[in-house]
C-alpha cells in the first residue's frame, strides 16, 4: 500500500474475520447493469460462517486485481459443514490481464481479456 494509505494501514486488524478456501468460481455476464458478475463458493466448516468477496485497493491498475475470500463469524462458531457461495459486480475492479481470487490456503487467476473485450465490443447485427 501506499503512503496515501498509512492511516488506513495503522488500524488494528479485525480479530472476527479471517479468509477461507473456497472451491468454485464462475464469471457470469450480466445484463442490468453490464459487466461480469464474480461468483466464488465452497464449503464453511461453521453454520455462522457469513462470506463476502472483498476487493484490494490500488492507486493505478495491477496486472491481476486481487479479489479475498473473507468470512466473519456471527456467533459462536457453531461447527458443522455449510455450503456458501458469494458474488460480487466486477464493474472497474478488474486489472489488465484479469483477477486473482485469494483464499485461506490458496489462490486462483482468471484472465479476462477475452471476456474484456467481448464486454466492450459493440453488438453486430446481421
Not at 5 to 33: K, W
Not at 36 to 54: K, M
Not at 60 to 85: H, M, N, Q, Y
Not at 90 to 114: C, D, H, P, T, Y
Request: aromatic share 8%; glycine share 10%.
Amino acid at each position: 500500500m501506499s503512503p496515501r494509505n498509512a492511516p488506513f494501514e495503522s488500524l488494528p486488524y479485525a480479530h472476527a474475520c479471517r479468509r477461507v478456501d473456497f472451491d468454485f468460481i464462475e464469471l457470469r455476464g450480466s445484463t442490468q447493469p453490464p459487466g461480469l458478475l464474480l461468483v466464488v463458493s465452497g464449503i464453511s466448516p461453521w453454520t455462522d460462517l457469513r462470506v463476502s468477496l472483498e476487493p484490494l485497493t490500488y492507486e493505478a491498475v495491477p496486472e491481476f486485481w486481487s479479489i479475498e475470500v473473507v468470512g466473519r463469524l456471527t456467533a459462536s462458531g457453531l461447527s458443522g459443514p455449510v455450503d456458501f457461495c458469494a458474488a460480487l459486480r466486477l464493474g472497474n475492479m478488474v486489472g489488465r490481464r484479469g483477477i486473482e481470487i485469494v483464499g485461506a490456503s490458496r489462490s486462483e487467476q482468471k484472465v479476462l481479456n477475452g471476456m474484456l473485450e467481448r464486454r466492450s465490443s459493440p453488438a453486430r447485427h446481421g
